[in-house]
Structure formats: C-alpha cells, structure tokens
C-alpha cells in the first residue's frame, strides 16, 4: 500500500510495490479498544498522523481524525508466509 499524495484531500490509499524506502509506505499499526467478528482490531496510521480510514465510496483514504474516529481493521492469521524470508 502507499498513500497517494497529489494535492487533493483526502489522499487515496493505492496498491504498489513493497519500497522500504519509500515514506508513504511506512504505517504504525495499534491495537484499537474494540472487537469485530470476535477479533482484535487495529488503527493504521501513516507518518505524519494521518490514519487510514474507508473513503465514502469505497477503497481508503488517509485523513487526519479531526474529532472522527479511526475505521479499526482485522487481520486473519494464515500461518507462515509461503515467500522466502530476506537474505535467503
């Protein structure tokens, strides 16, 4: 994921390539204070205080809160990743 950034607000989220070194790809993860389908969930926040939020006709949108709240996601866990791990 990378949050585009073009000057129009709210920014989109888009799909890209994993770049660690790119900045609009850096997200914090924390534990948000509710339970959905009987799962923790998690607030997605990018550098700069923006979080990740559902975009009112759908797909995501980076926004600061203002007085709102944070769409909170889920994971699912599948086990260990099929792809080879860094320095393999």
Do not use: H
């Not at 939020?53 to 889920?74: H, K, N, R, Y």
Request: with cysteine; aromatic share 6%.
């Amino acid at each position: 994921m990378q949050v585009k950034e073009d000057g129009v607000n709210p920014a989109t989220v888009v799909a890209r390539a994993c770049d660690v070194g790119v900045q609009n790809q850096l997200f914090t993860i924390e534990e948000a204070k509710q339970v959905k389908n009987g799962r923790p969930s998690y607030n997605i926040m990018v550098d700069g205080g923006a979080y990740l939020l559902e975009g009112s006709s759908g797909g995501l949108i980076a926004e600061q809160l203002g007085d709102g709240s944070p769409t909170s996601f889920t994971f699912v866990d599948n086990g260990p990743s099929a792809l080879p791990k860094l320095g393999d």
